[in-house]
Nanobody
Framework: QVQLVESGGGSVQSGGSLRLSCAAS????????MGWFRQAPGKEREGVAT???????RYIDSVKGRFTISQDNAKNTVYLQMNSLKPEDTAMYYC??????????????????????????WGQGTQVTVSS
């Protein structure tokens, strides 16, 4: 079991910046893929960015060039630096973790570190509000 705690959310004006943090504890060493997701009121949850143990990152098109996901392995913390924020970025932001290698029926399988993967561990979320 992995515990994830997000922080850093808040209210900013359009064009502003925020940095979200996600502190992991528990059995986090088995979780080598971390992701940030968001959900706006009345909308489905969407994946924003992922980072794997090698530092490879992926982003959805709407945040490319504005958001940066990074990690500090010594602190077991993942960050999401958000610049040039827009009102449409307003949402609850969640951190999630998954192991890309898993054991099932005596065999090891690999899964992709991407927002389309099923993440089993989630934080409680932190609210980001961007005003125009």
């Amino acid at each position: 079991q992995v515990q994830l705690v997000e922080s850093g959310g808040g209210s900013v004006q359009s064009g502003g910046s925020l940095r979200l943090s996600c502190a992991a504890s528990g059995d986090n060493q088995s979780r080598d893929c971390m992701g940030w997701f968001r959900q706006a009121p009345g909308k489905e949850r969407e994946g924003v960015a992922t980072i794997d143990s090698d530092g490879s990152t992926r982003y959805i098109d709407s945040v490319k060039g504005r958001f940066t996901i990074s990690q500090d392995n010594a602190k077991n913390t993942v960050y999401l630096q958000m610049n040039s924020l827009k009102p449409e970025d307003t949402a609850m932001y969640y951190c999630a973790a998954v192991a890309t290698i898993y054991l099932r029926g005596g065999y090891y399988y690999a899964r992709e570190c991407s927002t389309s993967t099923d993440f089993p561990d989630w934080g409680q979320g932190t609210q980001v509000t961007v005003s125009s």
